[in-house]
Each structure stands twice: as C-alpha cells, then as structure tokens.
C-alpha cells in the first residue's frame, strides 16, 4: 500500500513534527507512506491507495483552492478525511448546524452588532492556529476587528472570553477510526505566554462528562473519520461544551500516549482493507 502524506513546503507553515513519527508507524503497518505537498502540480494523485491529509498548514491562506483540491483528489484515490468532511470542516460555521453545545457565539453582521460582554474573543470562521484571533475587554476594539474581518468578505465569530482555558485548559480528545486514543491538555493561545517545551501540551484523562460529549459529537458526522480531534472546554457553570471539532488537519499530539501513533497505522489499515 502507497499512501500519500499530505503536507506542504510553504515558509509560513508551521514544521510538522508528527510526520516522522506517524510515517515509522504506517511502515509497521504496511504502509508506505510518503510526505507531498498538497500544491505540487507534478503529482499524479491516482498512483496512491490513499492520501491523508496531515498537515497542509497554509490552506487557511487558499482555504477555496483547497476545498476544490480535496474534491480533486477524492475523484482518483481515496481521501482521508473525505472531501465532504474537508469541504465542511474548514468553515466553523459547522458549528452553528451540529446541534451540540458550543461556546455561545455570536455571528455578527456588522462591527456594531455586538453583545454586551465582559471580555470578547473576535475570530474568522476560517482559521487555524488563533490566526486573525484577538482577545479583548475592550467593546470598541471588538468592534473594529470586527468591521476589518466584515469588510475583508469574512465570516466572524464572536464568543466570550472563556477564563477554564487558562485553569482546567482546553481538552483535546484524539480518535482515530472512531476509537478514543487519548487526550491532552492544551495550552492556552490567547494570554501571550507562548507555549514551550515545559508549558506545552500534557496527557489528562478526560471526565465522564466529556466522554460523553464528545461521542455525541461524532455520532453527530455521517461519515467514517480516520482521524478526529475534539476540543473541548468548560463554561463557568462547569458545562463542557465543543470550541471546535478538528477533522482536516488536526495535530494529533503522537508524542503525548506512546500507543498513539501504533493505534494511529491500524486505523489506516483497517480503512484501506474496506
Ligand atoms: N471563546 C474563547 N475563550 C477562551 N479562549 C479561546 C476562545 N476562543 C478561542 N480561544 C483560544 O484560542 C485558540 C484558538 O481558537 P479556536 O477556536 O480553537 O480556533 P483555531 O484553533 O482554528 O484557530 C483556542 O485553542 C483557545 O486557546
Ligand atoms: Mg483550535
């Protein structure tokens, strides 16, 4: 079996430092895998069994260019996550039609629609990595980033500030073929303490609670996911609630659960034998 990693070469995308790791496993697997670049126009996409798309960080910057590649792709190999998943996944506005509870937000649709709250955090339904993402106290300042996001033809999203981030932290549960694999703690991105290797993310066990959303979650997809990451946090009355579902290029944290990237290769493999 060949399977292409999906990945890119673009100076602004973050090193992804999963790819050595995940393609030792697939090789145990049986799985020959190899790193593309999802932008190179030489690649002939049909000699692959399979590509899994891992860590095409710039298509935030290309998000349509890439929605109409996944589609592509799915046409002469087999796509994982689907391009269905992909298509519906890059624009949070998924999280308006899941019908699971999220932090409430706000979908504004001018700089000055917006709520009373103590502390804003102003985001693009388009994004990864907090990019365009402000955190302010400030109600002008909210509105102005806003009207700049507005006014560049984006969607925005507006929520409160959510302060477990920086306490219990947000939890990050990671399944791969539909079966749970671990979860970690995540740093939090909006308080400019950068994460490092002592700060970064740790292995937690999730509660009860968060089990069980996060299984209605994907029950909720009416697709076979290799790979999913729910990311979680708690609202002040102790509510877990879903700040984003990650089914197209979620980090997948292999180094945190030593079983991770194993577990990671069998799902593949279980797939490409269906
Ligand atoms: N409403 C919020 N309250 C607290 N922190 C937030 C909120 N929204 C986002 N964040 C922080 O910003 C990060 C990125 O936001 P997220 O919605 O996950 O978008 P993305 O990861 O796609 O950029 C989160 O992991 C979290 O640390
Ligand atoms: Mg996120």
Excluded: C
């Excluded at 399977?3 to 070469?9: L, P, S």
């Excluded at 999203?157 to 539909?178: D, R």
């Amino acid at each position: 079996m060949k399977v292409a990693y999906v990945t890119t070469d673009h100076p602004l995308a973050r090193q992804d430092d999963e790819r050595e790791i995940a393609l030792a496993a697939w090789l145990g697997a049986g799985i020959e895998g190899a790193p593309v670049n999802w932008r190179d126009p030489d690649v002939d996409w049909s000699d692959f069994d399979a590509a899994v798309v891992r860590s095409p960080w710039d298509y935030i910057l290309y998000r349509d260019e890439f929605v109409a590649w996944a589609h592509r792709v799915a046409s002469v190999t087999r796509l994982l996550n689907p391009a269905p998943v992909i298509e519906w996944n890059t624009d949070k506005t998924y999280l308006r039609t899941l019908g699971v509870p999220t932090i409430p937000t706000h979908w504004p649709e001018s700089g000055t629609d917006l709520p009373e709250w103590d502390e804003y955090v102003v985001k693009p339904a388009v994004s990864a990595g907090a990019r365009d993402t402000i955190r302010t106290t400030d109600r002008e300042t909210a509105a102005g980033h806003t009207a700049k996001l507005l006014g560049e033809g984006r969607t925005v999203m507006v929520q409160p500030y959510v302060p477990s981030v920086e306490q219990e932290g947000e939890l990050s549960l990671l399944y791969f073929g539909g079966r749970f694999s671990h979860a970690v703690r995540r740093h939090p991105m909006l308080t400019g303490v950068a994460e490092t290797a002592e700060n970064r993310a740790t292995l937690r066990d999730p509660d009860d609670d968060q089990f069980a959303l996060a299984e209605r979650i994907l029950a909720a997809v009416p697709h076979d996911l290799l790979y999913a990451r729910v990311d979680l946090v708690r609202m002040p009355d102790g509510e877990p609630v879903l700040i984003e579902l990650e089914l197209t290029e979620p980090y997948l944290f292999l180094r945190s659960e030593l079983a991770a990237p194993d577990l990671f290769a069998e799902a593949l493999a279980e797939m490409l034998k269906g």
